[in-house]
């Protein structure tokens, strides 16, 4: 999905960057495919299915680059219009959360947060079993070998070394799965951090915008950046989390006694 999207931004970016025509329809046309590029880098809800969410985010833009900006848009370096799109994909991406705050607004953004909570406890309750399950196992590996060994005997079903590379392989997947066990913890942690800064810059939004008719843009463009900044963080964290649960499933499937 990730690559999809990639490849999806890409094209359009392309598209964006390389436009030149000047009439009206065709600069209608720019505008609306700078919304879908928005949408898709910022995967900030369904913009297949979901006509709400093309017009909110359309109202959005518009509030940040009227249409009107366009043609000194189309006079920018490639490397400009890119700068600014990243620029406007922030904002967009923040005035939508924010509006969804109020409950304005925000058709099927997802709870990121709560996503998050649950791919945390699923990993946590997968390590916490794998961990237990093969420390019990190495203990038994472990007391099969003082066994034969002190005994001087073998096994005729499975020869001494194969229990003794198995134990090796065991050892070694504990090591993973206590590394992994220390990496949930830091998410964990950074997560509160996300969760508890994202909580805050909204209120913080709120009181700006409640307590003045005409609010300056450089008091809220920043804020909603910052909102689109945590939004991100929890996508890369939530990416992780099912990355990392997918490879010890994976793992635990080569484990199997």
Not at 3 to 12: A, E, I, V
């Amino acid at each position: 999905e990730k690559n999809t999207r990639s490849h999806n931004c890409s094209s359009l970016l392309k598209e964006i960057t390389e436009f030149n025509g000047k009439s009206l329809s065709s600069l209608e046309s720019l505008f609306r495919k700078i919304v879908s590029y928005l949408l898709i880098k910022i995967k900030l809800g369904n913009i297949s299915s979901d006509i709400k969410v093309i017009r909110e985010a359309t109202a959005a833009l518009e509030s940040v680059f009227p249409q009107i900006e366009l043609p000194s848009f189309i006079g920018l370096s490639r490397q400009d219009k890119e700068t600014q799109l990243n620029g406007l994909a922030q904002l967009v991406c923040g005035i939508r959360l924010f509006n969804k705050y109020l409950g304005k607004g925000g058709e099927s953004i997802e709870d990121l947060s709560q996503l998050c909570k649950i791919e945390v406890n699923d990993l946590t309750k997968l390590l916490s079993n794998q961990i237990k399950s093969t420390e019990q196992i190495i203990q038994k590996y472990s007391a099969l070998i003082d066994y034969a060994e002190d005994s001087n005997i073998e096994f005729e079903d499975c020869p001494l070394s194969n229990i003794k590379n198995a134990l090796i392989f065991r050892r070694q997947y504990l090591m993973y799965l206590d590394a992994l066990n220390d990496q949930l913890s830091k998410s964990k942690k950074v997560l509160d951090i996300v969760d508890k800064k994202f909580e805050s810059t909204l209120a913080e939004l709120k009181s700006v915008c409640k307590s003045k008719t005409a609010v300056p843009v450089d008091q809220v463009y920043p804020q909603f950046m910052t909102l689109s900044n945590l939004w991100m963080s929890w996508q890369d964290e939530l990416y992780l989390l099912a990355l990392r649960r997918g490879i010890t499933e994976t793992i635990k499937s080569f484990a199997q006694v």
